[in-house]
């Protein structure tokens, strides 16, 4: 492969932008400086730096990120803190968005990727990829919270939502499964219930747990074999999926 092309691709800046850099001295491959665009790349076995940095291998990028409070999920610069600017310098590109949405107080697993194709499967509705979410509530819910989530509740604007999982957990801890991701869907089925969220926490999507070791606000990129564990196709998470292991490290779902 081309190095203009591999630098591209890599950090996601247009080949124009790639190839003054290359020419400049800032691109080294494999130690050393390499000034011609048109130089033969053997990714997995050439390691890239460009300005001291070493650069990832060309390829879709698939990243876990804790989400803390405080950050609106949304590519777009504004006012208030994104998830964006808490991905790490060498792992930015510009076609990475996130799968899905969390709310700004809503902490927990965040996936982001430069796949549209995956991102597409992973919320479209029609996949009924299941998440899972710690909720932490202000009172305790009505006795008949778990037959009517099972049912399928209706909110209090008349939304009817698909049958849904709710496992008491504590007097004021639940913890609620998903296979659709209505605005603030979390928080208005247990308002409809009787209580009110006072923080929520997505642990889980698929058979995808949220890295225990991954500190809030920290990105890293998935493993091979957490790609699997999404069961893309699928559409579901196993029947044990209710516990991570205890090795374990119509519209875009806006749960929370």
Same mark, same amino acid.
């Given at each position: 492969m081309r190095l203009d092309r591999y630098v591209s691709?890599?950090?996601?800046?247009?080949?124009?932008?790639?190839?003054?850099?290359?020419?400049g001295g800032q691109v080294t491959v494999a130690g050393a400086v390499v000034r011609d665009p048109a130089e033969q790349v053997v990714p997995g076995r050439d390691a890239v730096t460009v300005r001291g940095v070493a650069v990832r291998e060309p390829g879709h990028l698939l990243l876990m990120m804790h989400k803390p409070v405080g950050v609106i999920t949304t590519t777009e610069q504004g006012r208030q803190p994104t998830v964006m600017e808490l991905v790490p310098a060498d792992l930015r590109h510009r076609d990475l968005a996130p799968i899905g949405?969390?709310?700004?107080?809503?902490?927990?697993l965040l996936l982001l990727t430069t796949d549209g194709g995956l991102n597409h499967a992973l919320t479209h509705p029609r996949r009924h990829v299941e998440k899972a979410y710690l909720a932490e509530l202000d009172c305790?819910?009505?006795?008949?919270? !778990?037959? #009517? *989530?099972?049912?399928?509740?209706?909110?209090?604007?008349?939304?009817?939502?698909?049958?849904?999982? @709710?496992? $008491?957990?504590?007097?004021?801890?639940?913890?609620?499964?998903?296979? !659709?991701? #209505? *605005?603030?869907?979390?928080?208005?089925?247990?308002?409809?219930?009787?209580?009110?969220?006072?923080? @929520?926490? $997505?642990?889980r999507i698929g058979a995808l747990w949220l890295d225990p070791a991954l500190p809030p606000g920290e990105v890293r990129m998935l493993r091979p074999d957490e790609v699997q564990l999404l069961g893309i196709g699928a559409g579901q998470a196993p029947a044990d999926a209710l516990q991570p292991a205890a090795s374990q490290s119509e519209t875009p779902e806006n749960d929370g």
């Amino acid at each position: 492969m081309r190095l203009d092309r591999y630098v591209s691709q890599s950090t996601g800046m247009p080949r124009s932008h790639a190839t003054p850099l290359i020419r400049g001295g800032q691109v080294t491959v494999a130690g050393a400086v390499v000034r011609d665009p048109a130089e033969q790349v053997v990714p997995g076995r050439d390691a890239v730096t460009v300005r001291g940095v070493a650069v990832r291998e060309p390829g879709h990028l698939l990243l876990m990120m804790h989400k803390p409070v405080g950050v609106i999920t949304t590519t777009e610069q504004g006012r208030q803190p994104t998830v964006m600017e808490l991905v790490p310098a060498d792992l930015r590109h510009r076609d990475l968005a996130p799968i899905g949405r969390l709310d700004k107080d809503t902490t927990g697993l965040l996936l982001l990727t430069t796949d549209g194709g995956l991102n597409h499967a992973l919320t479209h509705p029609r996949r009924h990829v299941e998440k899972a979410y710690l909720a932490e509530l202000d009172c305790e819910l009505q006795p008949d919270a !778990e037959a #009517r *989530f099972l049912a399928g509740l209706t909110l209090e604007d008349g939304t009817l939502c698909k049958p849904a999982g @709710l496992e $008491r957990l504590g007097p004021l801890q639940v913890r609620v499964l998903l296979r !659709e991701g #209505r *605005f603030h869907q979390v928080k208005r089925m247990i308002t409809a219930c009787g209580s009110t969220v006072v923080s @929520l926490h $997505r642990e889980r999507i698929g058979a995808l747990w949220l890295d225990p070791a991954l500190p809030p606000g920290e990105v890293r990129m998935l493993r091979p074999d957490e790609v699997q564990l999404l069961g893309i196709g699928a559409g579901q998470a196993p029947a044990d999926a209710l516990q991570p292991a205890a090795s374990q490290s119509e519209t875009p779902e806006n749960d929370g």
